[in-house]
């Protein structure tokens, strides 16, 4: 999965989320659900950042001489990182929201 389709999936992931904090009706996941669909994005977003050290060990050894391509796969693997600690930091928020809720 690339890093698009990886935004895409928290997009929609997210957009489940808004409609469930507004009460709008929602068909159930399709697939594994949440849990799976953020591993997927975790291990991809683990793979991006391999890959980003691996050709800036290349470039550095002289291996390769693609310095722009090394930027740029590295500033793709750092934006998808960000990307996922955001998502975190909005479902430890909204769970730490719920936990304080009084009955």
């Known amino acids: 999965m690339n890093s698009i389709e990886t935004q895409s999936l928290l997009l929609s992931r997210m957009n489940s989320m808004e409609q469930i904090a507004k009460g709008d009706e ?39 001489q693609d310095v722009v391509g090394t930027m740029i796969t590295s500033q793709k693997a750092s934006l998808s990182f960000n990307m996922l600690m955001e998502v975190r930091n909005k479902v430890l928020d909204g769970l730490d929201d719920v936990m304080h809720m009084s009955l």
């Open 26 to 64: 929602i068909a159930p996941a399709q697939n594994g659900g949440f849990k799976q669909d953020f591993m997927t994005v975790i291990h991809d977003i683990n793979a991006q950042q391999n890959l980003a050290a691996d050709m800036m060990r290349a470039v550095d050894t002289g291996e390769s």
